[in-house]
């Protein structure tokens, strides 16, 4: 089955520190990758995609993401961490021959900013 | 608002009950989804909708758990006979087609006395 894995559950890092979530999916063809982030009692807003092309993507708040099919990985990249980044962040795939685009989600990482 | 729209945000019944949640997707937004989040399970596919059709529903866990979609908009998700392992988050989803980003609301908390 299709399944997509973040292996970490719980990340700490310190403010200003660089971070990266990594994220694992099955293969899979013309996978759609996504990240999401949560904040408490709040919906999933979209961090950034990946369709096609450049392989590496830009999203919002300094949020950068490398698409590597030979790895079948779609980690979130950001070079220094604000204390506002504390949530949880999910990895999303869209497979394109579901012909639904429902998402498969990653179990989450909830990130910790210390001081 | 712009964003989807969910109601009630919180929602707390007692075993047995009926509940009915409901969506109100971003407008001009074809596709409509609703996924549960839930402490055990993580975030999970329920049913999609496309227009006012369901193409895929497999992702309901059992037949309590029912969907309709009127004039290609609002959405209910209607769970009978409720259960305490139906507690859960409930999120709704919307977009402008497969393949493209989901927008989500802010979900419905339901807890199952």
């Known amino acids: 089955a299709q399944s997509v894995t973040q292996p970490d559950i719980h990340i700490t890092v310190s403010e200003g520190a660089s971070l990266e979530l990594r994220c694992n999916y099955s293969?899979?063809?013309?996978?759609?990758l996504f990240w999401y982030v949560q904040s408490p009692g709040q919906g999933l807003q979209l961090l950034l995609k990946?369709?096609?092309?450049?392989?590496l993507v830009q999203g919002i708040k300094g949020f950068e993401a490398e698409f590597k099919r030979s790895q079948s990985s779609f980690n979130l990249r950001k070079p220094s961490v604000h204390w506002s980044d504390a949530a949880e962040y999910f990895c999303a795939v869209e497979w394109g021959s579901s012909n639904t685009g429902k998402l498969i989600f990653g179990q989450g990482t909830t990130l910790q900013v210390k001081p | 608002g712009a964003g989807v729209s969910q109601s009630p945000s919180n929602k707390v019944t007692e075993k047995g009950k009926d509940v009915e949640l409901r969506c109100d997707p971003i407008s001009g937004h074809t596709a409509l989804y609703w996924y549960r989040q839930s402490l055990g399970q993580g975030l999970e596919f329920l049913i999609y909708f496309q227009g006012n059709s369901a193409p895929d529903k497999s992702g309901l866990p059992s037949d309590r758990f029912s969907a309709e979609r009127t004039g290609g908009s609002v959405s209910t998700l209607t769970i009978q006979r409720t259960q305490q392992e139906d507690s859960a988050v409930y999120l709704c989803a919307s977009s402008i087609g497969m393949g493209q980003p989901q927008h989500f609301g802010d979900g419905t908390r339901l807890s199952i006395l």
């Open positions: 293969y899979g063809a013309t996978p759609y």
């Open positions: 990946y369709f096609s092309g450049d392989t």
